[in-house]
């Protein structure tokens, strides 16, 4: 497994934006999907977007048309959670996952990535 790290989290009031990034801290010769979850005390680990590396993306109705996931053009091992239009429900900590076994899908169960970040907190205030 390669650690990944995430950077772009901080404290925004609703209706803000945020840019989350996350790079491995070596380079991954293939991820078939990149996703990004989020987890709050007490609760599990949720879904919030996922990338496969054929293009098609994935992402959980609470942030559907809110957020975008994207890959960085020139650093392939490089992902994105474009967040706009934050609400304070949106607060958590988030973990970038990238998946190396092949799959035809993006998947969104957490078991189904073998490659984790810390995490990076996002809050919201009312």
């Known amino acids: 497994q390669v650690q990944l790290v995430e950077s772009g989290g901080g404290l925004v009031q609703t209706g803000d934006s945020l840019r989350l990034s996350c790079a491995p801290t070596?380079?991954?010769?293939?991820?078939?999907?990149m996703g990004w979850f989020r987890q709050v005390p007490g609760k599990q680990r949720e879904f919030v977007a996922g990338?496969?590396?054929?293009?098609?993306?994935?992402y959980a109705d609470s942030v559907r048309g809110r957020f975008t996931i994207s890959r960085d053009n020139v650093e392939k091992n490089t992902v994105y959670l474009q967040m706009n239009g934050l609400k304070p429900e949106d607060t958590a900590k988030y973990y970038c996952?990238?998946?190396?076994?092949?799959?035809?899908?993006?998947?969104?169960?957490?078991?189904?990535?073998?490659?984790w970040g810390l995490g990076t907190q996002v809050t919201v205030s009312s």
């Open positions: 996952a990238m998946r190396t076994r092949y799959t035809q899908v993006v998947v969104t169960a957490p078991g189904e990535y073998n490659n």
């Open positions: 070596r380079y991954i010769s293939y991820v078939d999907v």
């Open positions: 990338l496969h590396s054929g293009g098609r993306n994935y």
